[in-house]
């Protein structure tokens, strides 16, 4: 496996992108196997490569713009503080008895004003674009119950948060909403010790710099959602065994929050 590694470390990103998807291929097909326990055993050197060749990059443009890491003040004031303040507001205001008396028949004003509030406490969904088409949306009488039903079963319904992501896809779709940035903002807010918000532009230059054996669909689903987390919790891991404190994150905000600065989408977006 030396000789293996010295031969990966002389490869295009490109032979060791096939060279990985294959390896994952047959991790999945052959689980238990000696030929399944081979490509296990690759799929982690070639882990260790892309660390080599990518993230330690990435590391560095980040300490270069937060030299506290996680800690740094300008991280906090930029990144993080506005996202917990969201999030308290998402875990006080958007609770199941608020959702339980819309629908008992309740009036619907009051929730649905919270909703715009927390959407608009931050500006992870995009102001000129998509913020007004979900108002628009949701404002509607013909669909505010059935967007409130569906939000608080994202919330605060069975199953795990890909589960219930899937069912609010299948409700976004109705409202012609169905983007990845509408389906993860709430449970991203509810719950980021566990859960990640997905930006697709984002999303994808994240995966094309790490190199992580993903394949995006603009179709929020429960399946790729389950394959998100995953990712985002591999990344959380490799932070992590950096051995530095400043680079440990506590939960999924400061996961996306370097997600967002290795690759930021719209106006911010690098060259």
């Known amino acids: ?49 892309f660390d080599r060749r990518h993230l330690p990059g990435m590391i560095e443009e980040f300490l270069r713009a937060f030299p506290e890491g996680f800690l740094d003040p300008q991280h906090l004031e930029q990144e993080r503080n506005f996202k917990l303040d969201a999030s308290r507001y998402c875990k006080t205001e958007l609770t199941p008895e608020a959702f339980a008396a819309v629908q008992a028949g309740g009036p ?54 890909a589960d219930r992501l899937d069912r609010f896809s299948g409700v ?31 999303l994808r230059r994240a995966l094309e710099i790490t190199r992580y054996p993903l394949e995006y669909n603009h179709v929020p689903s429960a399946t790729l959602y389950r394959d998100v987390l995953k990712f985002a919790g591999w990344l959380k891991d490799k932070l992590e065994q950096q051995g530095n404190a400043a680079l440990r994150p506590r939960d999924m905000i400061d996961v996306q929050s370097f997600i967002w600065h290795m690759a930021p989408t719209g106006k911010h977006a690098k060259s």
């Open 1 to 49: 496996m030396v000789d293996l590694s010295a031969k990966l470390a002389q490869e295009s990103d490109a032979a060791l992108d096939r060279r990985r998807l294959n390896a994952a291929r047959v991790a999945r097909e052959h689980v238990g196997t000696a030929r399944g326990d081979e490509a296990e055993r690759l799929l982690a050197l070639l882990d260790v490569e």
């Open 108 to 161: 619907t004003e009051d929730l649905l004003g919270r909703v715009r509030k927390l959407v608009q406490m931050t500006t992870m969904i995009q102001g000129g674009f998509e913020k007004p088409k979900l108002f628009d949306a949701i404002n509607d009488p013909a669909h505010t119950r059935n967007f409130l039903a569906a939000l608080g079963d994202l919330l605060h319904g069975p199953g795990d948060a």
């Open 172 to 202: 976004l779709a109705d409202l012609g909403l169905r983007k990845w940035t509408y389906a993860t903002y709430f449970l991203f807010l509810s719950d980021p010790m566990r859960c990640m918000y997905v930006k697709p532009d984002g």
